[in-house]
Nanobody, 124 residues
Framework: QVQLVESGGGLVTARDSLRLSCAASGNTSSKYAMGWFRQAPGKEREFVASISGNGKNTEYPDFVKGRFTISRDGNTVYLQMDSLEPADTAIYYC???????????????????WGQGTQVTVSS
């Protein structure tokens, strides 16, 4: 089992930047893909970014391309968010696939472990 703890959320103004971090503990001997999702009030949890187990492949939805960048250092994953907009306001969750599953994916159901989330609020 992998435990995930997010940090780095906060209140910023539109066009500001923020970097989220997610530290994994527990079964960290195997590599696995990790991702970020977000959930705004009254909305479904949606995919934001994913990175493969070796860090070489990433995936993003169109609405964050060019603004958000996912990276990893071992089993710590980061989400650099630039040019933030009020529409980016949400709770951001880190997720990890099962150990040994390396492929980055936007499919929420393929992630086994989830963090508690960190609030990001962007004011206009």
């Amino acid at each position: 089992q992998v435990q995930l703890v997010e940090s780095g959320g906060g209140l910023v103004t539109a066009r500001d930047s923020l970097r989220l971090s997610c530290a994994a503990s527990g079964n960290t001997s195997s590599k696995y893909a990790m991702g970020w999702f977000r959930q705004a009030p009254g909305k479904e949890r949606e995919f934001v970014a994913s990175i493969s187990g070796n860090g070489k492949n990433t995936e993003y939805p169109d609405f964050v391309k060019g603004r958000f960048t996912i990276s990893r250092d071992g089993n710590t994953v980061y989400l650099q968010m630039d040019s933030l907009e009020p529409a980016d306001t949400a709770i951001y969750y880190c997720a990890a696939r099962r150990p040994g599953q390396h492929t980055a994916t936007p499919l929420r159901t393929l992630y086994r472990s989830w963090g508690q989330g960190t609030q990001v609020t962007v004011s206009s």
